[in-house]
Structures are given as C-alpha cells and as structure tokens.
C-alpha cells in the first residue's frame, strides 16, 4: 500500500487515515497516486467518468498511466476523495545544433557524391566480363501495418470498441462479442460454465476477454480464459484497465498468454512477452 494521510470527514468531523491502493505499472514497478496531506477533502454525492481517474507517473520508467482516483468510505456513509498531487511536464531543452566545419574543396553535407562506379555494360551494349547480365530483385515484402487509431476510453463498452478495433488491427478477422463472459469448458475439465469479469470477444481463432473493472485480473481470470482458448483451438488474449495481479502476469508467461493493459486514451499496451510478440508478427 501507499502512504497514508490523515484526513477529517466533512460530514461528520471524523477523522480517519486514506491509503491510496498500489497498482502494478506495464513495467512491472509498482506505481501508487500521491496523496496531498494539505488538500481539501471533498464528500463524493454523484459520479463522473472523468472524476474516477488520476494520472500517475512511474518512477521506475517515466511511464504515465490513468489508475483509479483514492477514495474512503466513513461510517456516517459518506464517500470521501481527497486530491492528489498533479503531475506537470517536465520542460524539453533541445540539443544545441553544431554545424559541421566544411573544408575548402570538399563537397557540403547533404551533397550526393559523384557515381564513380564502373558501369555494368561496354558502350557498345555488351556486358562487363566479371558482373552478371541480370540481378534479381529481392522478394516481395509485406507492407508495414498502418498505425492503430485508438478510440477515447470513457465507459466500459469503449473499452471493448477498442479491444475489438485492436484485435482487428493485428490481423484477426471477424471479431465480435461472444455475448456472454464465459465459455463451455473442454469435455473432462468441468461441467460448470467458466465465469470471467468483462466482456467476452470472439473471432474465427481468436478468443478475448476485456475486463473494465477497477480491480487487477486475477490468476484464475486468465487461467480461465487460456482454458476458454484451448477449448476453442483458438489464440487467447486478455485486456484490463486495471493491470493484472503478480501471479497472473507470472502465470500468462508461463502459458504464453499475451496480456494487454487499456489506458484511458485508448491504446492497449503489451505488459509481457507474449503480447510483445503478439504485435511484431500480428495474427
């Protein structure tokens, strides 16, 4: 956990010490809001999307990521959020730029160099001896794939716009919700239907879950959903907006489950191996 404030209750002068929760960064460091001990402790009466989210910075790697605004319930009933500190860009200073001396006689930087090459034909149209009439062109090579347009995370169903636009963008064709958040186990593993939180998503070999819960993945969460995969022979893979428990980043590791963190402007970001794999080949 972080470190904690002492705050007092607005509505009933109670005070009482705020922690704010620890998440795990796409690093792998743990990351935590800081809490302002001077701020102004406000009594939460209606919710907003934008009011739940607060920007961290990792001290680890620099990274900034949206995690969950530190509140605390008091037993008047009232829900309490008190300010963190905010983050503000650190100032860039460009490298100052030396040009390069220039001796005199010698060609400007940027220049092209004269083609002293010897040619591949005689002037009368024969070829050199020693070089080959004709080189082959190299093998064709696939075009890059164009960069993914992220979509603005602001509900719940945005994050599985954008899971299933992701899932698209690397190749798998034809993803849809499975209109359920559990699948059949495979025959001999259960008779019970495995219960995942989220919304499940669906292609011809492709299995997803997106979890837009406040709450890392759990192990049996993705232990679930590489069971839901191996029973549909298809590639397993898992979307959370709130990182994933270190023993289910350990265990997707060991089953090769590529494990994708959604941050509020959209863009899924690899967290392990698999995931990194996952977007330099595509599907």
């Known amino acids: 956990m972080g470190e904690g404030v002492?705050?007092?209750?607005?509505?009933?002068?109670?005070r009482h010490t705020l922690t704010a929760s620890v998440?795990?960064?796409?690093?792998?460091?743990?990351?935590?809001?800081?809490?302002?001990g001077d701020a102004r402790v406000e009594t939460v009466?209606?919710?907003?999307?934008?009011?739940?989210?607060?920007?961290?910075?990792?001290?680890?790697?620099a990274r900034e990521d949206q995690w969950p605004r530190p509140e605390l319930g008091c037993p008047c009933g009232a829900m309490l959020r008190i300010a963190v500190e905010q983050m503000t860009p650190e100032p860039v200073t460009p490298d100052?730029?030396?040009?390069?001396?220039?001796?005199?006689?010698?060609?400007?930087?940027g220049a092209a160099a004269p083609d002293r090459a010897a040619p591949d034909t005689a002037t009368?149209?024969?070829?050199?001896?020693?070089?080959?009439?004709?080189v082959p062109l190299p093998p064709a090579v696939a075009p890059p794939r164009p960069g993914f347009r992220p979509v603005t995370i602001r509900t719940a169903q945005d994050a599985v716009t954008t899971a299933a636009l992701y899932l698209r963008w690397l190749g798998f064709k034809s993803v849809v919700e499975s209109g359920e958040s559990g699948e059949p186990p495979a025959p001999g593993i259960s008779t019970r239907r495995i219960s995942l939180p989220g919304t499940g998503l669906r292609g011809p070999d492709v299995v997803a879950q997106v979890d837009p819960t406040t709450s890392p993945a759990s192990l049996?969460?993705?232990?679930?959903?590489?069971?839901?995969?191996?029973?549909?022979?298809?590639?397993?893979?898992?979307?959370?907006?709130?990182?994933?428990a270190d023993?289910?980043?350990?265990?997707?590791?060991?089953?090769?489950?590529?494990?994708?963190?959604?941050?509020?402007?959209?863009?899924?970001?690899?967290?392990?191996?698999?995931a990194d794999e996952l977007v330099s080949s595509g599907a």
């Open 247 to 274: 023993d289910a980043r350990a265990r997707a590791d060991d089953l090769g489950l590529p494990l994708f963190v959604l941050d509020l402007t959209g863009t899924p970001q690899p967290v392990n191996g698999p």
């Open 124 to 134: 009368d149209g024969q070829p050199v001896p020693g070089r080959p009439a004709h």
């Open 96 to 109: 100052p730029v030396t040009p390069d001396p220039v001796t005199p006689g010698a060609a400007a930087p």
């Open 6 to 14: 002492s705050v007092c209750c607005p509505a009933c002068g109670s």
């Open 45 to 61: 009466t209606r919710r907003a999307w934008a009011d739940e989210w607060v920007t961290v910075r990792c001290t680890a790697c």
């Open 220 to 244: 049996r969460s993705v232990e679930c959903l590489w069971l839901n995969g191996m029973n549909a022979s298809a590639t397993s893979v898992y979307f959370s907006l709130a990182g994933y």
């Open 23 to 36: 998440y795990p960064c796409a690093c792998g460091a743990p990351v935590a809001p800081a809490l302002a």
